[in-house]
């Protein structure tokens, strides 16, 4: 309807709004819907788009400030903005100290059938917050033995799935949260990692600093036969 472009477009707007209609400007900020648009038609919102919002948590993201910047714009036009694509607790107290007046995403809920809509309607189930606290960077499978050095011993585990913050890793009991390892993934690359939960023999780790998984994982450990101490806390292992 923009591109075109016509002379009919500014009295159907006209008409539209007589008649209440009330107007969003979608993913603002990609694609077609550019900064130009705002001073054709008279939007009442505009809406962020979820690329914006996607990341926007992590450290040293400028897409808060984007974010900031859509607002304070809006506001300027007198406009209401939503942003798209809230799906965790941090990403929506982000989108809500920035001044978004409103959010959509599957922070709430996923869509619902009509009969799952009117069975909570008619429970009178009120609508909150669901999602997880934060936003999970993007994890690869992979199946691969490593070396996780801890106070002068060495363990052998294998990593479940791998981020460029972090990895499951399994093989390894009773592993205190908060133990420091050095992580041996491959020929010439050791990163520090820290323990942040264990459940049975799986381990969640984080990696001091950020890494690509792809190159991290070339090459390759595999040990054939590994004995190893234990350190405190942890168990002693035999592999074979």
């Known amino acids: 309807m923009f591109l075109n472009d016509d002379e009919g477009t500014d009295a159907m707007f006209a008409a539209l709004k007589r008649l209440g209609v009330r107007l969003a400007l979608d993913d603002f900020g990609t694609g077609y819907s550019s900064l130009g648009y705002l001073k054709k038609a008279p939007f009442d919102k505009i809406k962020i788009d979820q690329s914006f919002v996607r990341g926007a948590c992590e450290k040293g993201s400028c897409n808060g400030a984007i974010i900031a910047a859509i607002v304070r714009l809006a506001e300027a036009l007198g406009m209401e903005t939503t942003a798209e694509g809230v ?86 009991w009773n592993v205190p949260e908060g133990t420091v ?52 806390d942890l168990p002693q292992r035999q592999f074979g």
Request: glycine share 10%; charged share 30%.
């Open 87 to 172: 799906e965790t607790l941090d990403e929506l107290d982000l989108v809500r100290s920035l001044g978004c007046s409103h959010v959509q995403g599957y922070i709430y809920d996923k869509p619902l059938s009509a009969g799952e809509a009117g069975e909570r309607l008619a429970d009178g189930v009120g609508v909150s917050a669901r999602g997880p606290r934060s936003s999970r960077p993007t994890r690869r499978t992979v199946l691969r033995r490593v070396l996780l050095d801890h106070d002068g011993h060495s363990y052998e585990a294998t990593v479940r799935n791998m981020s460029a913050t972090g990895a499951l890793v399994e093989g390894l």
């Open 181 to 232: 390892f050095l992580v041996r993934l491959g020929e010439g690359v050791t990163v520090p990692a820290t323990a942040r939960w264990c459940e049975d023999d799986r381990v969640g780790i984080e990696f001091r600093e950020r890494i690509d998984p792809e190159t991290a994982t070339r090459g390759g450990i595999v040990p054939t036969r590994l004995v190893y101490s234990a350190a405190p």
